[in-house]
């Protein structure tokens, strides 16, 4: 297909999870798909997160796009393989105080006024809900529809589906340059599609005129410990050292997964770079998982990794046409690309199509970043 235009109907840039799904959705409408990845379907960010499905209220935007998207990973239960190891453990907000509970019951109003379930716990009812929580502490809010998943079988799912609906992986090469309905990948091979969507995570060669920022994370998993952990458990403070903080932050965040192993989180670090676990970061955040639930003191831990996930000045994704009519962007979802996957595809096939889309799209169009002309590289 050397120097063909328009091979495709769209050509897909990244096989993560939200590459994956807009493929699926592509290919879902008819629209003849090819998938460009250079390396492992789903290695890149996708493997190195938790896996939540979560609804997040740290912005109106944010709410209803993960609120939509977690809709749409429910209408995709029936259809998901054993291997996506989808549980519904549900979110539990963990207050340690009562100034926290004070944020609890306003983070349930918040939930009841978009539609989302929630209840409130007192200090006995968390007890209940999880023994292995340190005693002392204030209650909690559980969101019981959120779930977890296993993010790199999720987005093999996705890509799967869209082959057996006739998309085409093209394997082994990057896109070196994009634009004017073309792509070039660095063996030379060059396709054309009328809608060329950049899932590329991370990795920003292609869009170097794009103001966003990487942010390091460690998890670290244990052995199997089948029952410690019931909910996916998180102190509410996450959501301002992760989302609303620029500084390095920890936080405790711990996921029971099906094997019985504990998925232990979680870090945040700008500016970093350095793929390597950093072993002061590490020790502080399994310090701050200790002090939530001192049992973990005792468990044995196997391995432990980082991650890096893109983030953009007002924390929510690029999703949409850019400057150039044939680029569209589905990046910078930093910790919620594994949530926002089928959301953020369903809007981008939405725009595609030109049709409507059930939620506002407007407040997470690439347009919002300072407006500089796409850089062919």
């Known amino acids: 297909m050397r120097g063909e235009a328009h091979s495709f109907d769209a050509i897909i840039l990244g096989a993560g999870i939200v590459g994956c799904a807009c493929a699926y959705e592509c290919a879902q409408v008819g629209l003849r798909t090819a998938i460009v990845e250079p390396g492992v379907v789903g290695g890149g960010a996708t493997a190195a997160g938790m896996g939540h499905l979560v609804v997040m209220d740290d912005s109106p935007a944010q709410l209803a796009l993960t609120r939509y998207s977690r809709s749409r990973w429910i209408d995709l239960l029936p259809q998901l393989p054993a291997t996506v190891e989808y549980e519904t453990r549900g979110t539990l907000w963990v207050a340690a105080d009562t100034e926290e509970m004070e944020e609890v019951h306003a983070k349930s109003a918040i939930y009841a006024a978009a539609g989302v379930n929630s209840v409130v716990l007192d200090a006995g009812a968390l007890a209940l809900a999880e023994p292995h929580l340190r005693s002392g502490l204030a209650g909690g809010l559980l969101v019981p529809e959120d779930a977890v998943i296993y993010p790199p079988t999720a987005a093999s799912f996705f890509l799967q589906e869209a082959i057996r609906m006739g998309a085409v992986l093209l394997r082994g090469h990057a896109a070196v340059s994009v634009g004017n309905g073309s792509v070039v990948l660095s063996n030379g091979a060059k396709y054309g599609a009328p809608h060329i969507v950049v899932a590329t995570g991370t990795d920003m060669r292609l869009l170097p005129w794009l103001k966003m920022q990487r942010r390091k994370g460690h998890l670290l998993i244990t052995d199997r410990?089948?029952?410690?952990?019931?909910?996916?458990?998180?102190?509410?403070?996450?959501?301002?050292?992760?989302?609303?903080?620029?500084?390095?932050?920890?936080?405790?965040?711990?996921?029971?997964?099906?094997?019985?192993?504990?998925?232990?989180?979680?870090?945040?670090?700008?500016?970093?770079?350095?793929?390597?676990?950093?072993?002061?970061?590490?020790?502080?955040?399994?310090?701050?998982?200790?002090?939530?639930?001192?049992?973990?003191?005792?468990?044995?831990?196997?391995?432990?990794?980082?991650?890096?996930?893109?983030?953009?000045?007002?924390?929510?994704?690029?999703?949409?046409?850019?400057?150039?009519?044939?680029?569209?962007?589905?990046?910078?979802?930093?910790?919620?690309?594994?949530?926002?996957?089928?959301?953020?595809?369903?809007?981008?096939?939405?725009?595609?199509?030109?049709?409507?889309?059930?939620?506002?799209?407007?407040?997470?169009?690439?347009?919002?970043?300072?407006?500089?002309?796409?850089?062919?590289v």
């Open 225 to 376: 410990y089948p029952g410690f952990v019931h909910h996916q458990l998180v102190e509410l403070g996450y959501l301002k050292s992760a989302h609303k903080s620029m500084e390095d932050s920890v936080a405790f965040n711990i996921q029971p997964r099906q094997t019985g192993q504990l998925l232990i989180g979680s870090s945040r670090q700008f500016g970093n770079e350095d793929c390597g676990i950093e072993d002061n970061i590490l020790r502080q955040m399994l310090d701050r998982a200790c002090e939530y639930m001192p049992g973990l003191a005792s468990i044995s831990g196997i391995r432990a990794w980082t991650g890096f996930r893109a983030a953009t000045p007002d924390k929510l994704p690029l999703i949409g046409p850019t400057e150039d009519p044939s680029v569209s962007l589905a990046v910078g979802f930093e910790g919620l690309g594994i949530t926002n996957a089928p959301g953020a595809a369903r809007l981008i096939v939405d725009h595609l199509l030109g049709r409507a889309s059930e939620i506002d799209a407007s407040p997470y169009l690439p347009v919002r970043m300072p407006s500089q002309e796409m850089t062919h």
